[in-house]
């Protein structure tokens, strides 16, 4: 069974950091490019960053919100993707998923289910 469960999440100061995880299972993550989403309350999910598959050099792009202060890397070996997340603003406080896709570009196709996501929430 195809399954990504976010983890990591958690209440931090603004002008903290966390490191979220995106561990994989039914399937090698280092196929797909993973994309990590987010959705604050009353808004649509978007896409914040990405890493392409080892057959894309493992390029990485990111939303100019998060461009500078959000990290997304894999490790093969673990079957994990992780989105290191520093200098956060109240405006990241958010329920963050996770998910395997054809690419990186916006008409990519999702190729896995959504999980329960990772609720970050950032206040003083």
Do not use: H
Not at 44 to 59: F, L, Q
Not at 93 to 122: E, L, M
Request: proline share 3%; charged share 15%; aromatic share 10%.
């Amino acid at each position: 069974q195809v399954q990504l469960v976010e983890s990591g999440g958690g209440l931090v100061q603004p002008g903290g950091s966390l490191r979220l995880s995106c561990a994989a299972s039914g399937f090698t993550l280092d196929y797909y490019s993973i994309i990590w989403f987010r959705q604050a309350p009353g808004k649509e999910r978007e896409g914040i960053a990405c890493i392409s598959s080892s057959d894309g050099e493992g390029s990485t792009y990111y939303a100019d919100s998060v461009k500078g202060r959000f990290t997304i890397s894999r490790d093969n070996a673990k079957n994990t993707v992780y989105l290191q997340m520093n200098s956060l603003k109240p405006e990241d406080t958010a329920v963050y998923y996770c998910a395997a896709a054809s690419g990186c570009a916006a008409a990519s196709r999702r190729v896995s289910p959504w999980g329960q996501g990772t609720q970050v929430t950032v206040s003083s």
